[in-house]
T-cell receptor, first 113, second 112 residues
Framework: EAGVAQSPRYKIIEKRQSVAFWCNPI?????LYWYQQILGQGPKLLIQ????????DSQLPKDRFSAERLKGVDSTLKIQPAKLEDSAVYLC???????????FGPGTRLLVL | GQQLNQSPQSMFIQEGEDVSMNCTSS?????WLWYKQDPGEGPVLLIA???AGELTSNGRLTAQFGITRKDSFLNISASIPSDVGIYFC????????????WGAGTKLIIKP
């Protein structure tokens, strides 16, 4: 069974530029999560989707971050404009509806210069 | 908000030693999950615990859901070099909308 796919794996941009990340969850997983992980810390939830609807985006900095999951399958996370403090690993995870266990992709490592 | 205290923060061990780490909270959790993260990769689910007192093994790994539902333990027996990495606990409490609360991680380092 294919795992969670993410791309790109690495991205280097300058501050004030825009960047987008893509995630394809495990087939059949209705719930999709985007996390931000700063070096040395645990993942921090940015947004949670159930099918194509947003369940929680309370920790998403909405002035610069946006995310969508239009067809209830894959998802994109965008940052516009990026700041230095956005340098982090962006992890996508998915789970079956109502399940606690989340399965993670390899992450996208973002460096903002 | 909810918090998980994970300890130790890091461990230096010899190959072949047993390892223990734990997570505690002041709140009651319904589910405990243990993940391992290797450098440059996403967290990988090791063990999931769903009932108080539950003891579950996955190879050399054993995890327990504390009877008070406020803690969980992970043990690794006879450590090997590939056990190196960061271990995270994550918990789910009632009415959390399936949002995990994460510990800060335990970094396992094997002394050469």
């Amino acid at each position: 069974e294919a795992g969670v796919a993410q791309s790109p794996r690495y991205k280097i941009i300058e501050k004030r530029q825009s960047v987008a990340f893509w995630c394809n969850p495990i087939s059949g997983h209705a719930t999709l999560y985007w996390y931000q992980q700063i070096l040395g810390q645990g993942p921090k939830l940015l947004i949670q989707f159930q099918n194509n609807g947003v369940v929680d985006d309370s920790q998403l900095p909405k002035d610069r971050f946006s995310a969508e999951r239009l067809k209830g399958v894959d998802s994109t996370l965008k940052i516009q404009p990026a700041k230095l403090e956005d340098s982090a690993v962006y992890l996508c995870a998915s789970s079956f509806l109502g399940a606690a266990a989340q399965y993670f992709g390899p992450g996208t490592r973002l460096l903002v210069l | 908000g909810q918090q998980l205290n994970q300890s130790p923060q890091s461990m230096f061990i010899q190959e072949g030693e047993d390892v223990s780490m734990n997570c505690t909270s002041s709140s009651i959790f319904n589910t405990w999950l243990w993940y391992k993260q290797d450098p440059g990769e996403g967290p990988v689910l090791l063990i999931a615990l769903y009932k108080a007192g539950e003891l579950t093994s996955n190879g050399r790994l054993t995890a327990q859901f504390g009877i008070t539902r406020k803690d969980s333990f992970l043990n690794i027996s006879a450590s090997i070099p590939s056990d190196v990495g960061i271990y995270f606990c994550a918990g789910l409490y009632m009415d959390s909308n399936y949002q995990l609360i994460w510990g800060a991680g335990t970094k396992l380092i094997i002394k050469p």
